[in-house]
């Protein structure tokens, strides 16, 4: 066994601050019931953490390992995930009048979507603890990222997912050999079929934000959105949020780079898009409350944006305020059109999630939220080949 550089040091509950070892396998902080979050000594961490260091090592997004949560390299399961172009977004920063707009597509990574992420980190450290089985309750894409990494470590999984998942995924996940159940109703009545699973079944429930390693994995998105930018925060990142890891994860990377002195204390903005037919962080965020609302009869054919509730609810919102951002809604004709805007414009066929992204830029630009000379970043999380039948009736007119 050869050692990583990790410095990951404890576990601490995001409500309370309450810190626990991470020499045990942890999900949620077991007083608050509410997300643990890796911890990590930065001191340590950014004597080897170094811009020139960074260029010499491997091409995907265990590079950044001093503040990854695993110790041994050879629990590391990786396909390959992340370094993901971040792309200038020449033809359509014109239409939308913002003067420096890019895309991070994530599209390009191992199962088509920044989940590859979440689940590289979270199934090797499953692995490092010695875990066997693994289940999980998804809208899709993170099941199939999960069933992935789990035939790539040998070990077993079982998805949950709401029957009407798009169909790419349910296949994918047969593929990979995992064990599929779908679920008649909502991703959170997924979770609880799942949270009954893994009682039953001794299996470790890795839904998102209730064990604390997936979002470590989305940490390295907003790493390299810095590093591409040659080492600059933007003003703003745009990104289309159902569960909300990986604004919490960009979150964590830039709160760890200005620690580590790396980058100087400037914050993005930081954007939560909602679908309409699904927007209980944005529903919250504009009533100022501290924790959203179980969404009623969520309905959108962005399948990531169907989540009803977020556990990480508060942690969003805090980063919304400190972050001087906000949370916009977009219908799921905007986001098609969106979709049409980046394919057309672009060569970039986006997931609707990406293509709510686009529309939710213009809106900003439009109330001035966003300004003509601001340096913008929009997520693009994953890809449209996963959602052929949603698009359908945007693009193929049988
Ligand atoms: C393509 C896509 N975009 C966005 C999301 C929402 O991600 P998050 O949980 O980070 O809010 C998902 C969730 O499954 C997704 O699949």
Known sequence: MTKTLSTFNFLECSLTGEKFSNDIARRLSPNSEKPLLARYDLEKAKQTFTKNNLIKRRNDMWRYEEILPVFENENIVSLGEGNTPLMSMNNISNILDIDNLYVKDESNNPTGSFRARGLSAAVSKAKEYGIKGIVMPSAGNAAGAMSAYAAKSKITANVFM?????????????????????????????????????????????????????????????????????????????????????????????????????????????????????????????????????????????????????????????????????????SD??????????????????APEGGAVVSATIKLRENNIIQKSDKVVMVNTGSAYKYLNAMQKKFWDD
């Open 162 to 330: 709401p029957k009407d998942a798009p169909i790419s995924n349910k296949m994918e996940c047969i593929a990979f050999g995992a064990k599929v159940d779908l679920v008649d109703g909502y991703i959170s009545d997924a979770g609880k079929a799942s949270a009954i699973a893994a009682e039953k079944n001794n299996l470790f429930d890795i839904s998102t934000l209730k064990e604390p390693y997936r979002v470590e994995g989305k940490k390295t998105m907003g790493i390299e959105i810095i590093q591409q930018l040659n080492w600059e925060v933007p003003d703003v990142i745009i990104y289309p949020t159902g569960g909300g890891t990986g604004i919490v994860g960009i979150w964590q990377a830039i709160d760890e780079l200005s620690e580590m002195g790396i980058i100087d204390n400037k914050k993005p903005k930081m954007i939560c898009v909602q679908a309409e037919g699904c927007s209980p962080l944005v529903d919250a965020f504009e009533k100022h409350q501290q924790f959203a609302k179980p969404f009623k009869n969520p309905e959108t054919l962005a399948a990531g944006m169907r989540v009803p509730m977020a556990v990480g609810d508060f942690i969003i919102f805090d980063i919304l305020k400190k972050s001087g951002g906000t949370a916009i809604r977009i």
């Open 333 to 350: 004709d905007e986001m098609l059109n969106g979709v049409s805007l980046l394919a057309s414009e672009e060569g970039i066929f986006a």
